[in-house]
């Protein structure tokens, strides 16, 4: 069943039974960042987050291209701010990736066209991204004589190389998804067009699992590229200790025992 919803013009919402979709809509710039979107995903996704109907979340954006970045007509003017005030700017991006970061549930990127600047910060908050085949992605800052943010730097260099890393944040050029998808960057490739339905069926497969041992698998693989082994272990004893107490371990121990599949989502919010 599918539910159409609109919290803001800037971001269009609708779910597909436990998969809520959220559209980055503003097609006629490409996707850029608007004030609008600024001020609904973060409240989208904490009313996702108190939902118990929903399990997994989809970020896309409007028509074929998933999101530009910044506007650079909104940049142009910041310039004229005090230095305080540009700081204070930011932290409307940073707030939008924090929103994707914190949220217990997953967070799966499909992206068609490309993901530029903020854009591909957009995208690599996200838990998994979906690509298609002729989409890119692309750093860019350096191009118009600024420095990246959203986090962008930080989350590439969890799977690319120093010098990699070096070279796409100083020349901003378009990498291209399959070489994202052989350096390891991205979970899925699809033809054009196909990313939406593929992170979808994705999502869908996620939403049949535990909803709380999924909340704790997705801060040990956040929190994993931070902490030392022994911190670590001491994090991933402490939720084990949970899980084995929590009613979804039960249930799918019984299931494994019986032979028959878990019904995780009876238990979902309880």
């Known amino acids: ?40 995903l973060p409240t989208a996704l904490a009313n996702a987050q108190a939902d118990p109907s929903v399990a997994v979340i ?3 954006g409007a028509g074929d ?38 949220c217990t ?3 799966i990127a499909a992206i068609e066209g490309g993901a530029a600047g903020a854009g591909m910060s957009l ?3 996200c838990d998994m991204i979906v690509a298609a085949r002729d989409a890119f992605f692309s750093i860019a800052y350096c191009k118009v004589g600024l420095t990246p943010d959203g986090g962008i730097t930080q989350f590439l260099s969890e799977v690319l190389s120093r010098h990699l890393l070096v070279e796409f944040s100083m020349t901003g050029d378009r990498i291209g998804s399959e070489r994202m998808y052989a350096l390891g960057a991205i979970n899925r490739l699809t033809e054009r067009g196909g990313a ?3 992170a979808i069926a994705l999502a869908v497969r996620l939403a049949q699992g535990p909803e709380r041992a999924t909340a704790r698998i997705k ?17 991933e004893a402490r939720y084990m200790v949970e899980s084995q107490g929590d009613t979804e371990s039960a249930e799918g121990i019984a299931a494994f025992l019986e032979k028959r599949p878990a019904r995780f989502a009876a238990l979902r919010g309880k």
Do not use: W
Request: glycine letters at 6%; one cysteine or more.
């Open 219 to 235: 801060t040990l693989c956040q929190a994993a590229y931070d902490n030392d082994a022994e911190t670590h272990m001491l994090l």
């Open 1 to 40: 069943m599918s539910t159409n919803l609109s919290p803001s013009p800037a971001l269009l919402s609708e779910q597909r039974g436990a998969v809520l979709i959220l559209t980055n809509n503003n097609p006629g710039a490409r996707n850029a960042l608007s004030l609008g979107f600024y001020q609904a």
């Open 123 to 125: 995208a690599f908050a």
């Open 196 to 198: 939406l339905p593929e």
């Open 65 to 102: 291209f998933f999101c530009s970045g910044g506007d650079l007509n909104q940049l142009k003017l910041r310039r004229t701010l005090p230095a305080a005030q540009r700081a204070e700017t930011l932290e409307g991006l940073h707030t939008l990736i924090r929103s994707i970061r914190h």
């Open 105 to 107: 549930k997953p967070v």
């Open 58 to 60: 989809v970020l896309t």
